[in-house]
């Protein structure tokens, strides 16, 4: 296990308007206001999109196992924020839902709103974090400063 510490900063509401794609949205959000730190949560509705529901088989690294969505979705979502040689990087996790199918893991690529999404940001500040390439995943994992002791 690793850790940082630190507090939480500076707070935003964004909406992320009908037709806007999230992820880049959100990256250039942060960018402009020197968020590399912090994480985001929100809600309302997408109309198109990719999301990875988990390796396809169980190994390292993992081969992902993508669904594609379209038609207007619910969403229900997290992220964190941790610097990276190009800027803040998002990790987001949500759970998407139409009718009685319910798709839940990673958004990746463009993903499209569909009226409006509520985001809340919280700025972490003092948290010593990096993301850093990792051979046994094959991922660009979060580097903590801290390690638990044995």
């Not at 935003?12 to 959100?26: G, M, N, P």
């Not at 990746?108 to 700025?123: L, Q």
Request: aromatic share 6%; net charge negative.
């Amino acid at each position: 296990m690793q850790y940082t510490e630190g507090k939480p900063g500076r707070v935003f509401i964004v909406r992320v308007d009908h037709d806007e794609d999230l992820i880049a949205t959100l990256t250039k959000f942060l960018t402009d206001h020197k968020i590399n730190n912090g994480y985001i949560r929100f809600i309302g509705a997408l109309q198109s999109g990719q999301i990875v529901t988990g390796p396809k088989v169980l190994c390292l690294p993992p081969d992902p196992n993508f669904e594609s969505f379209s038609g207007g979705w619910e969403v229900l979502g997290m992220a964190t924020i941790t610097p990276d040689t190009n800027g803040p990087h998002l990790h987001i996790h949500a759970s998407v839902g139409k009718g009685e199918r319910v798709l839940t893991g990673c958004l990746r690529g463009e993903i499209i709103t569909y009226i409006v999404i509520e985001a809340v940001i919280t700025e972490l500040v003092g948290v010593d974090v990096q993301r850093e390439s990792d051979p046994v995943t094959g991922l660009c994992l979060p580097v903590l400063k801290h390690e638990r002791s044995p």
